[in-house]
């Protein structure tokens, strides 16, 4: 039994067994080789096969929640079966090169000749090749790839670090914890176990050293701890403690269904942070009373174009749909610092945290940003939308949003396309220079949220996501406390209202303080809701 300690970040107690998951670059050489031609082709025969099956396995599992989506994963079956790519392959192999660059030519080749194609589905599916030819060539190299998307039961993620895109398509019923060597209370894996309401340990140093796949590990998501694998006592005390936990939290879920209300009768918005239509259920079954931030960006993670304005319109829909009439807050991309999206082919910086991300790209990328605008217009014809625009730095860049958005407004009413003609419009105050100057940014808009994640950083100038500068993670200090009270006091001095949406607005030291400060609605992980209203009932 070995215990290892790390940094909690998402609380309560997981036993299961540990999923090492090592992402591993795939190299690939243009030597020629002197391997028989035969074995070359029986090997190629074995990682198809192998590949398919996987590729297979993808699609069972799609098709019961996304069928969709499934759809995609049976022509990468056909794909593999094409008669033009085998020949391609025997091709380079004849030739003498070695198997792993015979398949990766044959299948950039076969790439290009899609991409040329005058057909927008085509060029979408040439895309997803690249993704076939990784798995195809992990099997032919042998290097394992731990499929986040299937996992076996009780599965607890053990990762030097995982990134949205390694987990966008993570399989949620069989996932019980995460363990990450890096990261930091705000970093992706954090926000996700909290989505999830699984524990996570982030932080532990030499992690990978010392946890092999299939060890059996508790996560103590409170403490900070995980233990592998425990002795048989220590194991009896822990399934114990969880049973107990477990208990409680079903009480508070039961009386989160429940508008909270301060004992001086103020009530207080309690409503979920979401990354997709995925997490509603969980939000709903948590007690949340609609959504305080909607992070769009998922959408456009872990896929090689971006989706389409219909496959963002489905994907707002159906979350204002199952809130109605309670209300959505939709906030507009938030790309760049650490949510980077490769096919974009955004130009390297030196300083993402400080560049073109959020609504700075947006104002860059106007069909981007268009696209995504109409799709949520469409979306608040079917419920109680709202949209809120991120990084608002100056008024200049709430105008302009603006204007794009009355353009599009216009172009759908041409169209006779509905919307919310009264859709309300916020901003995340997450940047100094806001919240100094919410008394005149209030005017252009409806209402405020604050980020603290990146308030917080930005006020300490610490990198959020080094644990290295954790020592500066300070949302409840001074500095950051007095541009809340300017935020809020500014929306207030006209009859408008400021929520939090950072990480602090479910953290259970911050909720009196922020109540005190006068905020209106706290928007949190799910699984943060039950504490977080009886926090506010005994205030
Ligand atoms: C924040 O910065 O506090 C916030 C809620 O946005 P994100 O964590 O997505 O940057
Ligand atoms: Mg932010």
């Known amino acids: 039994m070995k215990i290892l300690?790390?940094?909690?970040?998402?609380?309560?107690?997981?036993?299961?067994?540990?999923?090492?998951?090592?992402?591993?670059?795939?190299?690939?050489?243009d030597a020629k080789d002197s391997v028989p031609i035969s074995e070359k082709k029986e090997l190629l025969a074995k990682s198809l096969k192998k590949t398919k099956e996987e590729i297979k396995l993808t699609y069972e599992n799609l098709k019961k929640t996304n069928p969709k989506e499934a759809e995609i994963f049976e022509a990468h079956l056909l794909i593999l079966e094409d008669p033009a790519?085998?020949?391609?392959?025997?091709?380079?192999?004849?030739?003498?090169?070695?198997?792993?660059?015979?398949?990766?030519?044959?299948?950039?080749?076969?790439?290009?000749?899609?991409?040329?194609?005058?057909?927008?589905?085509?060029?979408?599916?040439?895309?997803?090749?690249?993704?076939?030819?990784?798995?195809?060539?992990?099997?032919?190299?042998?290097?394992?790839?731990?499929?986040?998307?299937?996992?076996?039961?009780?599965?607890?993620?053990?990762?030097?670090?995982?990134?949205?895109?390694?987990?966008?398509?993570?399989?949620?019923?069989?996932?019980?914890g995460f363990v990450t060597e890096k990261g930091g209370p705000t970093s992706h894996t954090a926000i996700l176990a909290e989505a999830l309401n699984i524990p996570a340990v982030v932080g532990v140093n030499n992690l990978l050293q010392n946890i092999k796949n299939g060890d059996e590990l508790i996560v103590d998501g409170t403490k900070g701890e995980v233990i592998v694998n425990p002795d048989n006592e220590t194991k009896e005390r822990y399934v114990s403690l969880k049973k107990e936990k477990d208990e409680q939290e079903k009480l508070l879920?039961?009386?989160?269904?429940?508008?909270?209300?301060?004992?001086?009768?103020?009530?207080?918005?309690?409503?979920?942070?979401?990354?997709?239509?995925?997490?509603?259920?969980?939000?709903?079954?948590?007690?949340?009373?609609?959504?305080?931030?909607?992070?769009?960006?998922?959408?456009?993670?872990?896929?090689?174009?971006?989706?389409?304005?219909?496959?963002?319109?489905?994907a707002y829909k159906v979350v204002a749909e199952r809130f109605k009439p309670h209300p959505v807050i939709i906030r507009t991309l938030d790309i760049g610092g650490d949510k980077q999206i490769p096919y974009l082919n955004l130009e390297h910086e030196l300083n993402p945290f400080l560049g073109v991300r959020a609504i700075r790209l947006c104002l860059k990328e106007k069909e981007l940003f268009k696209t995504q605008l109409r799709a949520i217009l469409r979306a608040s014809a079917y419920g109680n939308v709202l949209i809120m625009y991120p990084m608002i730095a100056i008024k200049d860049e709430i105008i302009e949003a603006n204007n794009m958005l009355n353009e599009v407004k216009e172009?759908?009413?041409?169209?006779?396309?509905?919307?919310?003609?009264?859709?309300?419009?916020?901003?995340?105050?997450?940047?100094?220079?806001?919240?100094?100057?919410?008394?005149?940014?209030?005017?252009?808009?409806?209402?405020?949220?604050?980020?603290t994640n990146d308030l917080t950083q930005y006020t300490f100038a610490a990198?959020?996501?080094?644990?290295?500068?954790?020592?500066?993670?300070?949302?409840?200090?001074?500095?950051?406390?007095?541009?809340?009270?300017?935020?809020?006091?500014?929306?207030?001095?006209?009859?408008?209202?400021?929520?939090?949406?950072?990480?602090?607005?479910?953290?259970?030291?911050?909720?009196?303080?922020?109540?005190?400060?006068?905020?209106?609605?706290?928007?949190?992980?799910?699984?943060?809701?039950?504490e977080a209203k009886e926090i506010i009932r005994s205030l």
């Open 85 to 176: 790519l085998s020949e391609k392959i025997d091709e380079y192999l004849n030739k003498g090169y070695n198997l792993a660059y015979s398949v990766k030519a044959s299948f950039e080749e076969f790439i290009e000749t899609l991409k040329n194609l005058q057909n927008e589905y085509m060029k979408e599916r040439a895309n997803d090749l690249y993704d076939i030819l990784d798995s195809l060539l992990r099997n032919i190299l042998h290097i394992e790839k731990i499929n986040l998307s299937s996992l076996p039961k009780d599965s607890i993620v053990v990762a030097e670090d995982l990134t949205p895109s390694d987990t966008a398509a993570l399989d949620r019923n069989n996932v019980l």
């Open 411 to 451: 172009e759908l009413r041409m169209k006779k396309i509905q919307f919310d003609e009264n859709i309300k419009v916020g901003i995340m105050v997450e940047i100094p220079s806001a919240a100094l100057n919410a008394d005149e940014l209030i005017d252009y808009v409806d209402f405020f949220s604050i980020g």
């Open 253 to 314: 879920k039961e009386k989160a269904k429940e508008f909270a209300y301060t004992k001086s009768g103020k009530r207080i918005e309690v409503v979920a942070n979401i990354g997709s239509p995925k997490d509603v259920d969980k939000a709903l079954e948590m007690g949340a009373e609609g959504v305080g931030l909607y992070r769009t960006e998922f959408l456009f993670l872990d896929r090689t174009v971006p989706p389409g304005e219909d496959e963002q319109f489905e």
């Open 5 to 29: 300690i790390g940094v909690p970040v998402s609380k309560g107690i997981s036993i299961g067994f540990a999923r090492v998951y090592v992402k591993e670059k795939v190299k690939v050489t």
């Open 463 to 530: 990198d959020r996501t080094n644990e290295g500068l954790s020592y500066l993670y300070r949302p409840l200090d001074a500095p950051v406390l007095k541009l809340i009270k300017l935020t809020v006091d500014a929306s207030h001095s006209r009859g408008k209202w400021t929520g939090v949406c950072g990480e602090l607005a479910g953290d259970p030291d911050a909720i009196p303080v922020l109540v005190d400060l006068g905020v209106d609605e706290l928007s949190m992980s799910p699984s943060k809701i039950p």
